[in-house]
């Protein structure tokens, strides 16, 4: 699927694009992390969290979170989404695997930092690496034969 906002490839069973946060289903359901029964227009690049029309903020054509809008445009600026994994275990190999070749990931967990529940919202654990780290962690993960994990964005950008 292609993401109508960035043109980005984005996974099917994602409600939201990873590289820009918008909805990328039409799926009505998810609700916004702040405000339960608010119907969610796109989920923060950072972290994840979905967020309704009120909560969204946007910035160079990407949604975060209004919750901690100045921390995360200064994280994103630095850092690149370096994948997602819908498990905690496999996000934890792929940590464990840079930290042994001297890279330090940054993790964004929903289940670590939010309250909101929600069945369908995105559960995917995000994978952060300082920008002049990417390249290093791609040639890293594709040796270890984990290239699926690598966000297509990511791997666009080098």
Request: some cysteine.
């Given at each position: 699927?292609i ?17 820009c ?16 029964g608010?119907?969610?227009v796109?989920?923060?690049v ?16 990407k ?16 850092h ?24 330090l990931?940054?993790v ?6 939010f ?10 654990v ?5 920008k002049d ?15 699926d ?10």
């Amino acid at each position: 699927m292609i993401c109508p906002n960035c043109s980005c490839p984005t996974k099917e069973e994602m409600h939201f694009c990873l590289n820009c946060g918008a909805a990328v289903s039409t799926i009505a359901e998810i609700e916004c992390g702040n405000h339960p029964g608010a119907a969610a227009v796109g989920a923060c690049v950072v972290c994840g969290m979905p967020v309704c029309g009120d909560c969204a903020v946007t910035k160079e054509k990407k949604i975060f979170c209004s919750r901690n809008i100045g921390t995360h445009i200064v994280f994103l600026d630095r850092h690149a989404l370096l994948g997602v994994s819908d498990s905690e275990f496999e996000a934890d190999v792929i940590v464990s695997n840079l930290k042994a070749n001297g890279i330090l990931p940054l993790v964004y967990s929903p289940k670590e930092f939010f309250d909101f529940k929600s069945e369908r919202a995105d559960s995917a654990v995000r994978v952060f690496v300082v920008k002049d780290d990417r390249a290093h962690a791609i040639t890293i993960l594709t040796e270890l034969g984990l290239e699926d994990f690598i966000h297509i964005e990511t791997i666009q950008r080098l």
